[in-house]
């Protein structure tokens, strides 16, 4: 178990949620916005599903947290569902393509425990860090 003292966590709404309309994933845009530029914000955990390739959204998010300057890590869900060589090659596209560095990436999966004791470490490094 890790302890994070005086850190809370905020769940935004999904920007590619595809049953939000079109203003409500405008409000969900200034919502984040007015998040990354809070003073105390320690950073971000943003969560990219490795079976796909970065959306739209993805990018625009990107952007938005390279403007912010936010600290990112991003936990790659679903790691169960490719071979370990077909998760390699995914993560690699996953940073290429987000400009994240390795150690801003944690490729995860909640059925198999992959990386989440790493992940709970990575965040926990984020807070201390802040």
């Given at each position: 178990m890790y302890?994070?003292?005086?850190c809370y966590f905020l769940d935004l709404p999904g920007y590619g949620y595809a049953r939000a309309s079109k203003s409500d994933r405008t409000a969900f845009a200034g919502i984040v916005r007015h998040v990354l530029h809070r003073p105390r914000l320690a950073g971000v955990v943003w969560l990219l599903d490795i079976r796909h390739e970065p959306s739209e959204g993805d990018?625009?998010?990107?952007?938005l947290l390279a403007a912010a300057g936010t600290r990112v890590l991003a936990a790659v869900t679903k790691g169960d569902k490719l071979s370990a060589a077909k998760r390699q090659t995914?993560?690699?596209?996953?940073r290429e393509a987000l400009a994240l560095d390795e150690d801003q990436v944690v490729v995860t999966s909640v059925r198999t425990g992959l990386g989440l004791p790493e992940l709970r470490e990575s965040i926990a490094m984020l807070a201390r860090e802040a």
């Amino acid at each position: 178990m890790y302890e994070i003292p005086d850190c809370y966590f905020l769940d935004l709404p999904g920007y590619g949620y595809a049953r939000a309309s079109k203003s409500d994933r405008t409000a969900f845009a200034g919502i984040v916005r007015h998040v990354l530029h809070r003073p105390r914000l320690a950073g971000v955990v943003w969560l990219l599903d490795i079976r796909h390739e970065p959306s739209e959204g993805d990018r625009s998010m990107q952007d938005l947290l390279a403007a912010a300057g936010t600290r990112v890590l991003a936990a790659v869900t679903k790691g169960d569902k490719l071979s370990a060589a077909k998760r390699q090659t995914q993560e690699a596209a996953l940073r290429e393509a987000l400009a994240l560095d390795e150690d801003q990436v944690v490729v995860t999966s909640v059925r198999t425990g992959l990386g989440l004791p790493e992940l709970r470490e990575s965040i926990a490094m984020l807070a201390r860090e802040a």
